[in-house]
């Protein structure tokens, strides 16, 4: 199935990329009393929040796995079949 039928921006970019800065934008917005709130709870500012998701990388690999290196970064391309 041709999927950028239903989707044209599929494959374009970083998804875990403009979610995490969708989700800085929006702390970035809290009313001031909710960051006031949130600081006192320990939550991370806008900034450091962008700090702190820029840290991670999205996969999960549950055994090793050969990588592969492409324009968007390394990912894993396929297990090894070691337990």
Known sequence: MNYEVL????GEGSFYAALSEQLVLLVSELPKESQQLAR??????AERLRQI???????IASRPC???????????????GRP
Do not use: I, K, N, Y
Request: charge should be neutral; include cysteine.
């Open 7 to 10: 989707d044209p921006a599929a």
């Open 40 to 45: 006192l709870l320990g939550l991370p500012d």
């Open 53 to 59: 998701l820029a840290r991670h990388q999205v996969g």
């Open 66 to 80: 050969c990588t592969a290196t492409s324009t968007r970064g390394t990912w894993c391309a396929a297990p090894t």
